[in-house]
């Protein structure tokens, strides 16, 4: 059992950084693969990016490539989002999630643990 709990999320103007965060606790953090999605108001959750168990690889959704950044300490059992040039259409919660399956995880049903969100809202 993982439980995840984000935190970072706030009101950012268009073109600023956010950094989230998520703590996750129990054992055998670093046999997961992490990954973080979204959800604005009225659309699906969308995935946004994933770190494997050994931070060694990454993946991106095109919408954020080039702008976030993804990584993690397996000795703090912690997973980070960096958000830069942050635009209002990245306004949603945004979750963490653990992945069991084989790598690439890119959907949700990939990941059997989530958290329970933050918001994050980019002003224009």
């Known amino acids: 059992q993982v439980q995840l709990v984000e935190s970072g999320g706030g009101l950012v ?3 600023g950084s956010l950094r989230l965060s998520c703590a996750a606790s129990g054992r055998s953090f670093s046999t997961y693969h992490m990954g973080w999605f979204r959800q604005a108001p009225g659309k699906e959750r969308e995935f946004v990016t994933t770190i494997n168990k050994s931070g060694s690889s990454t993946y991106y959704a095109d919408s954020v490539k080039g702008r976030f950044t993804i990584s993690r300490d397996n ?8 958000m830069n040039s942050l635009k209002p259409e990245d306004t949603a919660v ?3 999630a653990a992945a069991t399956t084989v790598w690439l995880p890119r959907t949700e049903n990939n990941y059997v643990y989530w958290g329970q969100g933050t918001q994050v ?3 224009s």
């Open 121 to 123: 809202t980019v002003s």
């Open 75 to 82: 000795a703090k059992n912690t997973v980070a989002l960096q």
């Open 94 to 96: 945004y979750y963490c």
């Open 13 to 15: 103007q268009a073109g």
